[in-house]
């Protein structure tokens, strides 16, 4: 299934004109919006007399362009490559382009949300429109004052000329631009004539960040501001039963000590619960202090009684409670195809492997942290989230005001991962201001975001396939999970459609232990499970893993089925993209390599890693990766993103580990949660499918793959198979490694 447009368009719903005090030209747009990086401008631009407001394109008299972005920007590029569509097709000068991150704002924006990696995807099509739309008026402007056929006239960066050899600026014509009306068929250019789009751009922010300028959250102040640090139940399951402040009211700096929670504990009662609401309905203690060290060292004094609220759970229990949905009968059916029974009964042979996975926390370098100015008349939000409309909207309910009485202002993230997608620490921010009347920012520690965060829910998936005449006729998929399961595509991905009987079911274990999106939710471990599957059984047929891949996806190629997700086509060029790049099967003596392929958020991608043994342990030394994901806006920034989501994938596959002993987590920090180290990242090879289609989503694609390529080329060094993560934790078990 190519890719296609998902917006159903109308431009004169979409666009709107009108003039701006200075005389620039105003164009706003109701979708995703875009964004430009921030090179040194050659004039001060704070000076071009622009009018503050959001979610729009300006164009001053001087020919200047700003846009103001209103996705969230989390390190996913989107700042960079949503400005770079609107001034490709805008025809402007790029060193004449400036980028503001915009604000929260319902009435001229949808969908201002950083998740699902489908900023660009949705908003390619708006995007051009806008820019193109933009150029046509300033065109028409040009041809109107000169007396000639727009037809006849052309611009390039910021400059139109006629047939006459005449020239202007944008800025010369743009307060007649604004007047005229918005025209109904705009002409977009074609990828050949791109001098934007696909050239190498650096991130827009990259100055501020490696000068350490105000950007994050945590940079984030104002007058009067005080600081706020919570302490929560030690262990999923308890509630505060009472606590001392006398110690920390001693401490320099503190200014109170309150308790919130029962703002929250109406909500739930209210019935109107975000899926973005992630709170406990206890009591929290909240340290009043003038500055962070005094709130953190003021929590770190207080002595408080925790009780019971529901039952503390335990790892142990979490995994005999998910080999007992996987063992049962009562699971959902996602997909069935054909007669799966009858396909086992039939079989040469029949194959069963079940995979574990761990829980795991996010762990953004950025702490969880939010201002909140809470005032009788408004509320005023800032600070680092996924989901901003939805934070804003929950405040709304939360502390009974009307939602146009919220502002919220989006910084950059130090990551995200999903993480922020839940807005906990904006409710809590929420209800500290609301209670002390003051301007507050909640911060919080790693231990804070460690043991008191949303997690990925802990895993297991059984896969059983039947072999018949060296062909593999039956595959069942069976999902057990805490708390929730894959979303219903999923069921859709590979390799449904290329094997004739095929089941996907799922079940899940209900917990208080608190889970959510984790980069790429569910497939990022599906994919190491799926992938290491079909590495044995190309094992078990006697044949090449990635011709096992390119065969069966000749079943699926020109399916009419409208519930496949993914391409045939598309994946298999990709495959042999990695295959050529990769020097599959060609390495000198010594070099292992493991396959991997998968396809998740609208975009194929194929991975081939290979390790070497050195002193018996297996080193990762390169992964190649080829990747289907349509038009690469920004080469610089895809390639970040590939690279940070394979070795993201590396690193929680092979080191990351996280359990739980009655309700409290084992882990508080980076000395006994295991990241990968600057000295074990592999170097990556990224290579991009050349071709026409709309661009889909780069920054969660590139890790589902990373697991099964890295298990299979241990397999191939050392015969051996691993069913379970992190890897390093198997391999010490079996006396391989160390």
């Known amino acids: 299934m190519e890719s296609k447009s998902n ?3 109308s431009r004169r719903n979409f666009l709107k004109t009108s003039v701006l005090a200075s005389g620039g030209l ?25 009018n503050d407001f959001n979610a729009f394109i300006k164009i001053s008299d001087d020919g200047y362009v700003t846009i103001f972005s209103p996705n969230p920007e989390i390190g996913q590029g989107v700042k960079t490559a949503m400005p770079m569509i609107i001034a490709e097709e805008l025809d402007v000068d790029w060193e004449k382009v400036h980028v503001v991150q915009g604000a929260l704002d319902t009435k001229n924006f949808k969908r201002q949300i950083a998740g699902g990696s489908q900023s660009i995807r949705f908003g390619w099509d708006a995007l051009r429109q806008t820019g193109a739309t933009a150029k046509q008026l300033l065109v028409n402007a040009a041809a109107s004052k000169w007396k000639v056929n727009a037809s006849t006239c052309k611009a390039s960066k910021g400059i139109i000329t006629n ?13 007649e631009a604004a007047l005229l009306d918005i025209p109904e068929d705009v002409k977009l250019k074609e990828i050949k004539d791109y001098t934007i789009i696909g050239q190498e751009i650096v991130n827009v922010d990259i100055d501020k960040i490696i000068t350490g300028k105000p950007l994050f959250g ?10 706020a640090s919570v302490l929560r139940p030690p262990a999923f399951g308890q509630k505060l039963e009472n606590f001392d402040a006398s110690e920390a009211k001693k401490i320099k700096g503190v200014i109170d000590v309150i308790t919130i929670g029962e703002k929250v504990r109406n909500y739930v009662a209210s019935g109107k619960k975000s899926w973005t609401f992630q709170l406990a309905e206890s009591d929290k203690v909240v340290v009043i202090a003038e500055n962070t060290w005094a709130a953190i060292k003021g929590k770190k004094a207080l002595s408080a009684t925790w009780g019971s609220d529901s039952k503390v759970e335990s790892t142990e229990t979490h995994d005999k409670m998910l080999t007992n949905i996987l063992d049962g009968k009562k699971l959902n059916i996602r997909r069935e195809d054909g007669n799966l029974k009858n396909a086992f009964a039939a079989a040469d042979k029949v194959i069963e492997r079940t995979y574990h996975s761990p829980f795991l926390p996010h762990n953004c370098m950025e702490p969880m942290n939010f201002y909140a100015h809470v005032t009788p008349e408004k509320i005023h939000l800032a600070g680092p989230v996924q989901t901003p409309e939805a934070a804003a909207q929950v405040v709304a309910d939360l502390l009974g005001y009307e939602l146009d009485k919220i502002s919220l202002e989006m910084t950059r993230m130090g990551g995200g991962f999903g993480r922020r997608l839940y ?20 911060i919080s520690t790693r231990e804070d975001d460690m043991t008191t965060g949303v997690y990925r829910p802990s895993i297991k998936y059984r896969i059983k396939a039947s072999i018949k005449d060296g062909k593999v ?23 449904a459609g290329c094997i004739p009987n095929y089941k996907v079911e799922t079940g899940n274990y209900k917990s208080n232990i608190t889970t959510g999106a984790w980069r790429a939710p569910y497939t990022n471990f599906l994919a190491f499970a799926e992938q290491s599957f079909f590495d044995e059984l190309a094992s078990e047929l006697n044949v090449d893993t990635i011709q096992l891949r390119l065969d069966l996806l000749q079943n699926v190629k020109g399916t009419t089925d409208k519930n496949i997700e993914y391409s045939g086509q598309r994946m298999e060029n990709t495959i042999k993209l990695v295959q050529e790049k990769g020097n599959w099967g060609k390495t000198e003596a010594g070099v292992y390599q493991g396959f991997s392929a998968y396809y998740s958020h609208n975009t194929h991608v194929a991975e081939i890693a290979e390790i070497v043994l050195k002193d018996g342990f297996p080193v990762i030394k390169k992964v190649t990766v080829a990747v289907d994901c349509g038009v690469v806006v920004n080469p610089t920034g895809a390639r970040n993103q590939v690279e940070g989501g394979v070795l993201d994938g590396i690193g929680h596959a092979m080191y990351a580990d996280f359990s739980f002993k009655d309700g409290k987590p084992d882990s508080k920090n980076f000395d006994t949660y295991r990241l990968i180290r600057m000295q074990e990242t592999p170097k990556v090879d990224v290579h ?14 590139g890790l589902p793959p990373a697991g099964g390529a890295v298990a299979n080329a241990i397999n191939t060094a050392l015969g051996k198979r691993l069913y379970r993560q992190p890897f390093a934790k198997e391999l010490k078990k079996s006396n391989v490694l160390g």
């Open 7 to 9: 917006l159903n368009f």
């Open 26 to 50: 105003l164009i706003g747009f109701n979708f995703l919006s875009a964004c430009k990086p921030e090179t040194v401008m050659p004039v001060d631009i704070e000076n071009l007399n622009f």
């Open 163 to 175: 047939a006459n050899g005449d020239k202007i600026g944008y800025g010369d014509v743009v307060k």
């Open 218 to 227: 945590l940079d984030y102040k104002t007058e009067g501001m005080v600081y």
């Open 423 to 442: 807005g906990d620490f904006v409710y809590e921010a929420a209800e500290i201001s609301n209670a002390i009347q003051k301007p507050v920012k909640l």
């Open 473 to 495: 006729t039956g595959y069942h998929l069976k999902e057990a999970a805490i708390n929730g399961n894959m979303y219903g595509l999923i069921a859709h991905f590979f390799p």
């Open 688 to 701: 991009f499918v050349q071709n026409d289609l709309s661009p889909t989503g780069l920054g969660e694609p």
